[in-house]
């Protein structure tokens, strides 16, 4: 990222609002047709039906916002007080608001996202990961999940999202059969056009935001590095590079339990998971690390393909000027947090063992 370049804004922030307008808007726009072909055209037989078409269009057709899981431990504040206190004090540090669910999985990954239609702030924190880091790293997390808030995400804005949830889900409404019969075969021609057209509008919004997406990773680095320290932010993107070896771990651990492989009895192999994957990656060596920062930098380790490569995301906060600790986690906030979170790790851990192996 050159000089600066951070606090630009994006140049494709015109057409990626005007893209999300339009996209948004056609679904409105046939529901507005077809309640009024519905309404004002009973002189002709053929204008209620269109209109009745034009709706079930519309519904079908229409954003879907992102939902609670069912299947995960979501946590409210009355659940873990002494966390969301803590996420509180992080997002005002970063010039935002907190969140109003967190939600507890087993993957080595954290993110922020928005539910329902009312678009509430979400935080799901991965235990593969939360459960490697050490209490100041998870400030780092903390601030930099909540930075993508503070610091304007396109891809997590209302408008830009729902316009991204509604084209890929017109990409799949579109898609053509497979082994089409006749008839599908001519509505397979028939929906070329639009397929096309909604395939190429999700290709371009997606490449409009790519750029502001990766902008908006490297601000949040800077946001990491502000609460818990440029060497603290630093730590946390080399944990990164060892994920996937924290997703072998617990595919291991889950099969050891499931075959009884080495004594352990699939009951209670989840006692002391997450201890014992801390155990694993803490003892990675340092060498270890410089090889696979090295690996990062030749093959562009990247989290995902809206994220900057992990080594120029390193790179740039170690380069900067070292920032100390805005917060801290101190030992007591820690262990109470670690009690608010003993019922879902459990749960979680359990999940891991009965499911990962597959």
Same mark, same amino acid.
């Given at each position: 990222m050159r000089r600066g370049e951070a606090e630009e804004p994006g140049r494709d922030l015109a057409g990626t609002l005007a893209i999300s307008t339009v996209v948004n808007g056609i679904t409105v726009a046939l529901a507005v047709a077809g309640v009024l072909l519905l309404v004002l055209g009973w002189s002709t037989v053929v204008q209620p039906l269109v209109g009745a078409v034009l709706i079930v269009l519309a519904v079908v057709l229409? !954003?879907? &916002?992102?939902?609670?899981?069912?299947?995960? !431990?979501?946590?409210?504040? /009355?659940?873990?007080?002494?966390? &969301? =206190?803590? $996420?509180d004090e992080v997002a005002a540090a970063v010039g935002t608001t907190g969140v109003h669910a967190v939600v507890i999985g087993p993957d080595a990954n954290a993110s922020v996202t928005l539910v329902g239609s009312r678009q509430r702030r979400v935080l799901y924190l991965g235990l593969g990961l939360w459960e490697i880091l050490s209490p100041q790293q998870r400030l780092a997390l903390l601030g930099h999940e909540l930075g993508h808030y503070a610091n304007g995400d396109l891809r997590r804005a209302k408008n830009v999202g729902s316009a991204l949830r509604s084209l890929a889900l017109w990409c799949y409404m579109l898609a053509p059969e497979p082994s089409p019969t006749f008839l599908e075969r001519f =509505?397979? @021609?028939?929906?070329?056009?639009?397929?096309? /057209? =909604?395939?190429?509008?999700? *290709? @371009? @919004? #997606?490449?409009?935001?790519?750029?502001?997406?990766?902008? /908006?990773?490297?601000?949040? #680095?800077?946001?990491?590095?502000? $609460?818990?320290?440029?060497? %603290?932010?630093?730590?946390?993107? #080399?944990?990164l590079l060892v994920t996937d070896a924290v997703d072998i771990e617990l595919r291991r651990e889950s099969v050891l339990a499931q075959t009884g492989i080495g004594g352990r009895s699939r009951r209670d192999a989840w006692d002391g998971l997450w201890e014992r994957l801390a155990t694993h990656v803490g003892s990675v060596p340092e060498r270890e690390y410089e090889r696979l920062r090295r690996v990062s930098a030749?093959?562009?380790?990247?989290? #995902?393909? %809206?994220?900057?490569? %992990?080594? /120029?995301?390193?790179?740039?906060?170690?380069?900067?000027? !070292?920032? !100390? *600790?805005l917060l801290t986690l101190d030992d007591d906030t820690s262990a109470a947090i670690a009690t608010e979170l003993a019922a879902?790790?459990?749960?979680?851990?359990?999940?891991? $063992?009965?499911? &990962?192996?597959?």
């Open positions: 229409r !954003p879907r &916002f992102a939902s609670l899981p069912d299947n995960e !431990p979501v946590l409210q504040r /009355a659940d873990a007080p002494r966390l &969301f =206190a803590r $996420i =509505a397979n @021609l028939m929906l070329a056009a639009p397929r096309w /057209a =909604a395939r190429g509008l999700l *290709a @371009l @919004l #997606d490449g409009l935001t790519m750029r502001t997406s990766q902008r /908006a990773e490297y601000l949040a #680095d800077r946001a990491a590095a502000r $609460i818990a320290s440029s060497e %603290t932010a630093v730590e946390l993107l #080399d944990l030749l093959r562009g380790h990247s989290v #995902d393909s %809206t994220h900057p490569p %992990t080594h /120029a995301r390193r790179q740039c906060v170690s380069e900067g000027e !070292p920032r !100390p *600790a879902a790790r459990k749960r979680v851990a359990q999940q891991v $063992i009965r499911d &990962f192996a597959g």
